[in-house]
């Protein structure tokens, strides 16, 4: 199987927690297996699904491994990822009529690359998992993962994703740049 044919199926159930796991390991310099596949599953889940409630997780994930690419020097996944954050933009611009909502939850200028997009999944997938028990904890607002994925927060992110990338690797390949923070 090739890296471009290696990706996460969201037909059937997402462990989410894994992929997290996955990609934490690899961004932080020790992958569990080969790095740039699990990279690359971002980016082609991405081009794949940008309407099902795991889009936010592809987007995520793209926007916590851009400094990754950079600093590999991936030339052709950073050109496939900017391509896919392009299309997701568009996508999400197009459904932003649909938002009633006030504020969403992606600010960009206080996000740490790439800590932030991650915990970010792991607090969306917990909030998706929430099963109400009065004993245990507080819930989760309803609202809160509703805010995330809303395309106006989202096409933020794909926004902020595209612009670190265009920044720091213009043009359709890459070069070694700064990581921001």
């Known amino acids: ?5 290696q990706h996460i199926d969201t037909d059937t159930e997402i462990d ?6 996955d990609l934490g390991s690899t961004l932080h310099g020790y992958p569990y297996g080969d790095p740039y596949v699990t990279v690359a599953c971002c980016v082609y889940d991405l081009e794949d699904d940008l309407t099902s409630d795991a889009t ?3 987007l ?12 590999c020097d991936r030339r052709s996944d950073i050109a496939r990822a900017k391509e896919a ?24 200028d206080a ?10 999944i792991d607090l969306i997938h917990e ?6 028990d009065p004993e245990e904890e507080e819930s989760y607002d309803t609202s809160f993962t509703e805010l995330w994925r809303c395309p106006v ?4 992110i794909a926004r902020d994703a595209l612009d670190f990338l265009e920044s720091q690797a213009p043009g359709d390949g890459g070069r070694p740049g700064r990581l921001p923070g």
């Open 16 to 21: 989410i927690a894994e992929f997290v796991s």
């Open 60 to 71: 995520l994930g793209v926007a916590a491994s851009g400094p990754y690419m950079v600093w």
């Open 1 to 5: 199987m090739s890296d471009s044919d």
């Open 111 to 120: 996000v740490q690359y790439p800590d932030d997009p991650l915990g970010f």
């Open 85 to 108: 954050l392009r299309t997701a933009l568009a996508s999400f611009r197009d459904r932003e009529g649909t938002c009633a909502h006030d504020s969403h939850p992606w600010g960009g």
């Open 127 to 132: 909030a998706d998992e929430w099963q109400d």
């Open 153 to 156: 927060n989202l096409a933020t």
């Open 56 to 58: 936010v997780f592809w």
